[in-house]
């Protein structure tokens, strides 16, 4: 398994822009999916983003066009651009990895909370 730490969450205006960061550790090279899921108050969690290591990219309908999702192998890090918020982008976002490439995430990050409103 490999350890997932989030920043970069906060209050913004609609509108407004905010970058997510997750930090892997030992090492981002090995693991062959990660993602980006968000739970918004009272709902289920939903996956947002997800990025293979070969760079193969896939969003959810509600985010494609104002997120972008990037990955660095030598910063062991995957970010997570956010422009235009809306405020039902409003959740707490978590980081994931799905190491084996096997669609099943097993690690996954504490979460950082994303707030959209004026």
């Known amino acids: 398994q490999v350890q997932l730490v989030e920043s970069g969450g906060g209050l913004v205006q609609p509108g407004g822009s905010l970058r997510l960061s997750c930090a892997a550790s030992p090492s981002i090279d090995n693991i062959e999916t990660m993602a980006w899921y968000r739970q918004p108050p009272g709902k289920m969690r939903e996956l947002v983003a997800t990025?293979?290591?070969?760079?193969?990219?896939d969003y959810s309908d509600s985010v494609k066009g104002r997120f972008t999702i990037f990955r660095d192998e030598a910063k062991n890090t995957m970010d997570l651009q956010m422009n235009n918020l809306k405020p039902e982008d409003t959740a707490i976002y978590y980081c994931?990895?799905?190491?084996?490439?096997?669609?099943?995430?097993?690690?996954w990050g504490r979460g950082t909370q994303v707030t959209v409103a004026s």
């Open positions: 990025i293979t290591r070969l760079g193969s990219i």
């Open positions: 994931a990895a799905d190491v084996r490439g096997i669609d099943f995430y097993d690690s």
